[in-house]
Structures are given as structure tokens and as C-alpha cells.
């Protein structure tokens, strides 16, 4: 797993730290089934250590690349997400909140030496791209486009010809 989003614990300061990363294509290669192709991620972690709390603003910038579900090309995606976190140590306890004014509830068991973010990184990239990855319309591959407009104008030509149901329209006729 990537190593490079980790927030040591040990040797933190009181008050405010910063941390920054970039995650690119080889980030989102080391997670299964990612449907982000490249990216360009400027990733930056505020830390707030006062006492026994620990507070993380990550955000989240920059571009990442999916295949586009229409003509199959690469899209684009622009991404601008904050994340607030608080991070709890000790068992998660039953029926716990997972947010807390407005935060997410992260619970580390034990005493950790460091927090890895990678894996909250990559699932929050994947919640900022839309669930329907398509171009702005007239901006997908022609070819494509022109194949689709085809296919579709081939069914609507031979209407009930290619409906597998056909057959049983006329059961309830007696």
C-alpha cells in the first residue's frame, strides 16, 4: 500500500500542522477495480492536535481522468472536496455516530504511532467523480457518436422486429 500519505503521531505538535501530497496515476493504480484512470491530485492535510483531539481537513484538488461511459474516451473531471475528519482512539463503540458535527468519525485502536490516509484519499476521489461518467454533449468522439445514432436508428427502423417479447403479444388475444 502507499506509504506516502501518513501522519506521524509520535512527535506531533500542539496546534496546527500541514501536511501536502500529489496522487497521480501509480496512487489509484495500487487500489482494485479504481475506475480513475490518471489523475493529477493535490492533496493537503491540515492536522489539529490540542490535547487528546485530533482534528484532519483534508482537501482535495486538482483533475482526475475516467473513460467516459457514452463513447468510451478519456473525460476529465475536475475535483474540489474537503474532508473534515476527527480521529478517536480506543474500540469503535456499538451503535457509535459516524460523524460528529459534521465530521467523520475515524477510531484508531490502540496507540499508533501514525495515521495512514490513503486509503480516506482514494475514497473520497472516487465519491467526487459523478456516478455517470459523460462528456458535456457535443464533445464526445464523433465515430462514436456517429455508431451509437446508428444502432439506435437501425432499432427504432425495425421496431418490434428486435423485441424478444414480440412473440407473446398476441397470447391474450383469444
Known sequence: MNAMMIIPLN???AGKTRFSWQAGKEFFAEFDNSDILDAD??????????GTYLGVDLRLGGSVTVQCDRCLEDLEIEV?????LTVKFGDEP???ESSENGREIIYLQGEPESIDLSQ???DYACLAVPMHHVHEDGSCNPEAMKYLSQESGESQEHGTDNNPFAALKGLFDN
Open 41 to 50: 491530485l493535490s492533496v493537503e492535510a491540515i492536522v489539529e492536535k490540542s
Open 11 to 13: 512527535g506531533l505538535p
Open 80 to 84: 474540489d472536496e474537503l474532508v473534515p
Open 94 to 96: 456499538d451503535g457509535a
Open 120 to 122: 480516506t484519499v482514494y
